[in-house]
């Protein structure tokens, strides 16, 4: 079966620019999370969807956001880039948060 | 919210000795705790995981005991193989629904 795929796989921004990451999970799975991960600071928890509806969301600021489709397809957006904000972002889904989630490859976000 | 520390950072063992990462959580109401490999370049991926109503699982060379007491589980590796080096993790779902990560430790295991 397909794996998650995140889109697109690389992306290069201006700081001040706004960018939106999209991630497919696996067919059935209506549980998606979203983490940045930057090598000082491992995997940092974004938010985590569930059926549309955000169910957490982690300590970042207001310039992250998200959202979550009707087929379970979801994206993030960062608005008003910072140089900060450069790293792997990773998508990862699964049937529930306790059952394991399956991540994706994940989309390089370099800020210039 | 959950904060989960992971011990150590970096860790080099001999092939075929046994390797022991352990991980420490603060919300007592946390109930499943994955273990995640990342080799250089790739996704992280789930090897084991672990839910509060157990203390020890095993699969084949890797085992993860969790003491809900003192809130810390661990991962043990035996008979390392050099496929085994990687960057492990560990999670631990809070009572919400964010599974949190820690730092991870990068094992390195030599021939």
């Known amino acids: 079966k397909a794996g998650v795929t995140q889109t697109p796989r690389y992306l290069i921004k201006t700081r001040g620019q706004q960018v939106t990451l999209s991630c497919s999970p696996i067919?059935?799975?209506?549980?998606v999370s979203w983490y940045q991960q930057t090598p000082g600071q491992g995997l940092q928890f974004l938010f985590e969807y569930f059926s549309e509806t955000q169910r957490n969301k982690g300590n970042f600021p207001g310039r992250f956001s998200g959202r979550q489709f009707s087929n379970s397809r979801s994206e993030m957006n960062v608005s008003t880039l910072e140089l900060g904000d450069s790293a792997l972002y990773l998508c990862a889904s699964s049937f529930e948060v306790s059952y394991g989630y399956t991540f994706g490859s994940g989309t390089r976000l370099t800020v210039v | 919210g959950e904060n989960v520390e992971q011990h150590p950072s970096t860790l080099s063992v001999q092939e075929g000795d046994s390797a022991v990462i352990k991980c420490t959580y603060s919300?007592?109401?946390?109930?499943?705790f994955p273990w995640y490999k990342q080799e250089l370049g790739k996704r992280p991926q789930l090897i084991i995981d672990?839910?509060?109503?157990?203390g020890e699982k095993k699969d084949q060379r890797i085992a993860v005991t969790l003491n809900k007491t003192a809130k810390h589980f661990s991962l043990h590796i035996t008979e390392t193989q050099p496929e085994d080096s990687a960057v492990y993790f560990c999670a631990a779902k809070d009572s919400g629904y964010a599974l949190n990560f820690g730092k991870g430790t990068s094992l390195l295991v030599t021939p």
């Open positions: 672990i839910r509060s109503n157990v």
């Open positions: 919300d007592s109401a946390s109930n499943y």
């Open positions: 067919s059935g799975h209506r549980s």
